[in-house]
């Protein structure tokens, strides 16, 4: 009897193993969305905050914190987030934008997709990773430094280096040095930026505090600007340049045929000579003979 007693207890132990909860050692290791099917990626990135109005999910955020897929990380006025992505590269956010961090499966494998409402970001990414950005106007693949502004007129993507595969509207790639307007999935404007506008499009990064070494300037050199030094205001130009003056005079015409020589100053002048008065002549002294 304790025997079959024994082998119920034994049976009633397997049962309740088999059916525990898995424990929380699996690839997923937290954030809004959970994982999105086998071998997806679940952490974004580490997240640097400047200013007091950074938010993941609604919650106060912190430097060092760990951004996973399908968190929405918003910022105030006067605040700015930089996320170290773990595909590589950076991504930085402005005030006042709200982007939410999903992977996808796409054609190019899983991808990292941003979708933003309104701001403007900052894509740092040359690893050949995948990075999608999508905006109310339209959508493109990343690999390269893009400013993306989303504003109520359209998305604006100006590219610094690399470049930017539109997908929606598709078949247009935006180069360095572009700027392309999107409004309700079609390209409204195309125009070339110098270096000067472009430096100036993305002054905006440089206005935040991060940790040392964060973010430099310029930004690894993505900027090819060329600046002029202003003069102080004592500043006195230099004299205009004055070639030297040649002190071998400079060769005369032939005089004309009707020319005649004046007359030579030797002729009486030459022939004069200087005579002695007698009285002046000096005569010897003798004796006087008496």
Known sequence: MWTLFGALLMLLSLSAAGCAPVGAGGPYKGGGGGPQGAGSPSRVGILEVSGSQVFVDG????????????????????????????????????????????????????????????????????????????????????????????????????????????????????????SVMVSKERIVSTRRVSSDELARLTEWRFKYRFRPGRISRPPSGHLPVTTVPVPPSSYTPPPPYKPPVSSVPPPSSPPPASYKPPPSSTGIIGRMRTTVPPAAVATPSAPVIR
Request: aromatic fraction near 6%; charged fraction near 10%; proline fraction near 3%.
């Open 59 to 178: 919650a106060s955020a912190q430097s060092g914190q760990s951004i996973y897929n399908g968190n929405r990380v918003t910022t105030g006025a006067g605040s700015s987030g930089l996320i170290d992505l773990d595909l590589g590269g950076t991504l930085q956010l402005d005030q006042n934008t709200d982007p939410i961090f999903k992977f996808q499966l796409l054609t190019e494998g899983w991808c990292l997709v941003v979708n933003i409402v309104s701001g403007q970001i900052f894509d740092d990414t040359h690893s050949g990773t995948c990075v999608q950005i999508n905006t109310p106007d339209g959508s493109g693949v990343v690999a390269s430094s893009v400013n993306v502004h989303v504003g109520g007129s359209g998305s604006t993507w100006t590219v610094v280096q690399g470049a930017v595969r539109l997908v929606r509207p598709a078949g247009t790639t935006i180069h360095p040095y572009d």
